[in-house]
């Protein structure tokens, strides 16, 4: 059995929902954590070069980021099989046979390990975490239990952060320092919408074009599947009458059901990869249900070949729309919108600024 004590992490698909939870876990193994670099043209260009083309994009630059780890040096891969979350809520066939997938597209020597978690067939996540342990010559219980305990207290503290308005980087960077800091939210902004997107999609900012940021230099406040919890996700597809399948279900349809039941939101973004079957149901799921609330609602897909420029002007016009929207409303309402500077002429008026 190969004794070594580090591990790479490709900073892709998973990784940007649970790695909260391996940073605890293979801390508290004793393993060292190898993380890829973050998703640049070349990283994705090597992906590509691997796999089919109609692959979709996320899966490509999976591959350019095990690629980069080997280019690194690294002997051993984390490439996790994630069959099912909970009984019967599956994720698509492509994460389902990840390390099917590295193995033919990739055809250099690495040791992968490959653990499973397939709640529908009976394999848990204490299984899924045994399997990891074992793989190191890990077979203490009491070592493997404390370190799934590390995993949890980074991963829970990591959410509670983002759950009160800490950016994705922010929270990370903190909960595997071990520190829970919170931000007063100190500017308020005229416009909100809520992005419906995997977190392997929005929170690389390569792949997203730095979306979040984008709308924050608009003025438009955004939210995402770390503001909801999962029970109030799971509740709102209820509400719309829907059911859950996908196992990233509650990230997408479930946090889009959420803030458009409550009314929370002006708009609604949806950001996927071409040629995604799960997320063309999922969507096209919301937008019957938007249609029917007339809630404003854009549909970005990316892939490789997708031009900034575009994505731009896309994003501009669907914002320019929801501020002309919420000026009629308001208007309408008689509270009258106007530009900071003009405040004083409307004395007797009730007065909302927006920040443009
Ligand atoms: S859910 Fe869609 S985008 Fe994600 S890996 Fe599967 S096919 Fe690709």
Redesign the pocket.
């Known amino acids: 059995m190969n004794q070594t004590k580090t591990i790479g992490i490709p900073r892709a698909?998973s990784y940007y929902g649970n790695y909260p939870f391996y940073y605890g876990f293979f801390s508290g193994l004793g393993i060292e954590i190898i993380l890829s670099d973050k998703t640049t043209t070349a990283i994705i260009n090597k992906g590509v070069e691997r796999v089919v083309s109609d692959t979709?994009l996320?899966?490509k630059v999976f591959v350019g980021h095990v690629l980069n780890l080997l280019e690194k040096g690294c002997e051993t891969i984390f490439v996790p099989s994630l069959q099912s979350s909970s009984y019967k809520i599956n994720n698509?066939s492509?994460?389902r046979g990840l390390p099917e997938i590295i193995r033919n597209v990739i055809d250099k020597p690495f040791r992968m390990i490959e653990p499973t978690i397939d709640k529908t067939e009976g394999i848990s996540f204490k299984d899924f975490c045994n399997d990891i342990a074992h793989n190191f010559d890990i077979y203490d219980e009491n070592t493997i239990s404390s370190a799934i305990k590390a995993g949890w207290d980074v991963y829970n503290n990591f959410h509670k952060m983002t759950a009160l308005g800490v950016s994705y980087e922010t929270a990370l960077k903190n909960a595997i320092e071990r520190k829970l800091v919170f931000e007063p939210v100190t500017d308020v902004k005229p416009i909100s919408v809520v992005i419906m997107a995997?977190g392997y999609n929005l929170f690389d900012e390569r792949i997203s074009m730095r979306l979040i940021k984008k709308l924050e230099k608009m003025g438009v406040k955004s939210y995402t599947s770390l503001n909801v919890t999962k029970e109030d996700a799971l509740n709102s597809i209820r509400e719309l009458g829907e059911i859950q399948y996908w196992a990233?279900e509650l990230d997408l349809t479930g946090t889009a059901a959420y803030y458009m039941l409550n009314n929370k939101v002006d708009g609604i973004i949806a950001l996927s990869?071409f040629g995604?079957?799960?997320?063309s149901l999922m969507v096209d799921e919301i937008q019957y249900h938007a249609k029917e609330r007339k809630m404003p609602m854009i549909h970005l897909t990316i892939d490789e070949h997708t031009g900034e420029a575009g994505f731009v002007t896309r994003l501009e016009a669907f914002v320019d729309m929801l501020i002309r929207k919420k000026r009629k409303l308001l208007e309408e309402r008689k509270i009258i919108a106007i530009p900071q500077n003009r405040q004083n002429e409307k004395e007797n008026t009730k007065v909302l600024t927006f920040g443009y």
């Open positions: 698909l979709c996320p899966i698509c492509k994460i995997h990233n990869a995604c079957g799960p997320d």
